[in-house]
């Protein structure tokens, strides 16, 4: 009798041992949840509350000075715009030939492996070494000196495999019935590929290449290498100009002493981050309807 | 096309000057986006290239042991020294802060959304983590400078302004995102039946998660895992506004470090005019970096693959 008594209470002792643990366990998860929405919380109320006064139109149309209350970052916003438009323009057409080609002619040749490698390095290089490269190489040896254009090609080819994966994707997810199809009525191979495939993936390009403008418009590092911390009293006008972007100057704010640069920066922060989640939606707007037009 | 031409002889003429133009254009499109591929391959090409020709100039004038076995940096003093290893030491200081809070907070979150938040609650979470993975990393810099280091100061008395475990943790923030959303994807392709069974043994959640989804998933989280560490490693914003830019051999997180990723940003902004060594040091120090975060990289994805072949 005994023996099953103490055979119970064990067995009791564990059952509890178990939800003991298992709340423990649901406690960590809600914590960790927590911190994550607690962090972001914390980060846009901290950078709003210190900057949101110095968001004016001073803050756009001025250029940087050493006195606060009349620094602007208008040669940044408009380097940001040069170099990202810049960028996306080489960039897509390329990613989405590169990805057109990964997909539909190098089916599994030793090509095709190679430049699926050199993808998967090319993505996880930092992107400080972008900007490196393209200053030894662009700015140096081809004598484009700390430019605009050195600026574009590094970012585009920061960007360029997130546009072709993105591209490989959507070009993967085509039906083989559309492609058949159009081989029997005659067409050609780059014809199904031109005129099937390519307009079908075009909505996923787009959204792409938003996305890619959002992860390029918030790049300092390979700029910071390229441009230098200049200070920047002119509007970039040509390709081969002298250039700084909104997260470098942003960069240039923060490491100075003073409270009034802080809110400065606070302010450059929230013109980004205002840009970003403009993007952002308009990635995710144009990739509800634009693919509710392909299903239809 | 070609019996189509038999078929109609007085079109005959058309349908081969078709066929002729169309197998000229079908080599040509195929050759444009050949052309286009190949990029790729340059832009890795010259990456290489690049680093190592600089290199070669920097080796001439400082040998590699000294190199990577010196243990102090000064690249702009006049006593200059380049040795790596304060530059190593303050990137692995950082980046060991940076998993350790992305690696619990990460996971966490990624079996959170995928075993225990309900369609509204993923709703909410999962745009909070995409937000956070958007988020620009001078803005993280800036939040790990103002924020994360002067709460820390009001328990840590001896923390300076500029310290390794601010930017450490923003960096975490940085990295829990991908962390979480990879994760969550491992997760997902969990079968059904291994939980169900696990469930039909009497094990609570906890215990399936512990016992069946992350042994599952080990491989794919480790790939994951390896996979943001490299990111952290090649981080620069965030180190240079928030770690202070001075070169320690330190594995005290409440110090001044400099990363390497630091010592290039700061070079390059600073005074190295092009055939110095202090110029060519930058690319000795970016190819180290450089070859250290691809064998990182091809270790995750060897680890990705692997995994995909066994499960998939």
Not at chain 1, 117 to 124: C, E, P, S, Y
Not at chain 2, 172 to 187: C, K, N, Q
Not at chain 2, 188 to 211: D, N, T
Request: positive net charge; contains cysteine; charged residues 15%.
């Amino acid at each position: 009798m005994s023996s099953v008594k103490a055979e119970v209470r064990r067995e009791e002792e564990k059952r509890t041992l178990t939800s003991i643990k298992e709340a423990g366990f649901q406690a960590y998860i809600l914590v960790a949840v927590c911190i994550c929405i607690m962090v972001l919380t914390m980060l846009l109320v901290n950078v709003t509350l210190t900057g949101i006064a110095r968001v004016s139109t001073t803050l756009f149309l001025n250029y940087p000075s050493s006195n606060v209350d009349e620094a602007g970052m208008r040669p940044a916003i408009l380097g940001s715009i040069y170099t990202v438009v810049l960028a996306i323009a080489i960039a897509l057409p390329l990613g989405i030939a590169t990805g057109l080609y990964l997909n539909e002619y190098a089916a599994s040749s030793i090509v095709n492996r190679v430049i699926q490698i050199t993808l998967v390095n090319l993505a996880g290089v930092p992107s400080i070494i972008f900007g490196l490269v393209a200053l030894s190489f662009l700015s140096y040896t081809l004598v484009l000196g700390r430019s605009v254009i050195v600026g574009s090609i590094a970012l585009a080819f920061l960007v360029l495999p997130l546009i072709t994966v993105a591209t490989i994707e959507s070009a993967r997810l085509v039906p083989l019935s559309h492609r058949l199809a159009a081989y029997a009525l005659g067409a050609r191979k780059y014809q199904v590929v031109l005129k099937v495939v390519l307009p079908r993936i075009m909505p996923t390009a787009l959204t792409s290449s938003i996305l890619a403008v959002s992860r390029a418009i918030g790049e300092a590092a390979p700029i910071l290498v390229i441009s230098g911390l200049i200070f920047v009293r002119r509007d970039p006008v040509s390709l081969l100009d002298e250039f700084t972007v909104m997260p470098l100057q942003i960069y240039n704010w923060v490491s100075r002493p003073q409270l009034e640069f802080r809110e400065l920066s606070a302010a450059g922060i929230i013109v980004l981050l205002a840009i970003l989640f403009a993007l952002n939606i308009l990635a995710i707007y144009l990739r509800n309807r634009l693919q509710q037009r392909v299903i239809e | 096309m070609s019996s189509s031409g038999k078929s109609h002889n007085n079109k005959e003429g058309y349908f081969l000057s078709i066929n002729q133009s169309g197998k000229a254009i079908d080599k040509i499109v195929k050759f444009i986006l050949l052309g286009a591929a190949m990029f790729t391959v340059a832009a890795i090409a010259i990456i290489v290239y690049s680093l190592v020709s600089e290199s070669i100039n920097f080796f001439q004038h400082i040998s590699p042991l000294e190199f990577l076995f010196g243990t102090r940096w000064a690249a702009f003093f006049d006593d200059k020294a380049f040795g790596v290893l304060p530059l190593l030491a303050g990137t692995m200081l950082t980046t060991l802060i940076a998993l350790g809070f992305a690696i619990p907070v990460g996971i966490g979150s990624a079996v959170f959304l995928s075993e225990y938040a309900s369609t509204s609650l993923r709703r909410i979470v999962k745009p909070i983590l995409e937000i956070l993975a958007g988020i620009p990393t001078v803005v993280y810099g800036y939040f790990a400078l103002y924020f994360i280091t002067p709460n820390l100061q009001t328990f840590i008395t001896d923390l300076s302004t500029y310290n390794a475990l601010a930017a450490g943790l923003a960096m975490g923030v940085m990295i829990t995102p991908t962390i979480a959303s990879l994760t969550e994807d491992a997760f997902y392709s969990v079968p059904q039946y291994l939980k169900a069974a696990g469930y039909a043994l009497g094990a609570r959640k906890s215990q399936v998660i512990i016992r069946i989804v992350i042994p599952y998933t080990l491989s794919a989280v480790f790939a994951v895992i390896i996979l943001a560490m490299g990111r952290a490693i090649g981080e620069t914003m965030i180190v240079a506004i928030a770690a202070g830019l001075r070169p320690t051999l330190t594995l005290n997180p409440f110090e001044s470090i400099m990363t390497m990723t630091a010592a290039i940003a700061q070079a390059a902004t600073g005074d190295a005019p092009r055939g110095t060594v202090e110029y060519t040091s930058l690319f000795a120090v970016g190819i180290y970096l450089f070859a250290i975060v691809a064998i990182l990289n091809t270790i995750s994805s060897y680890l990705k693959r692997r995994w995909e072949i066994k499960y998939e």
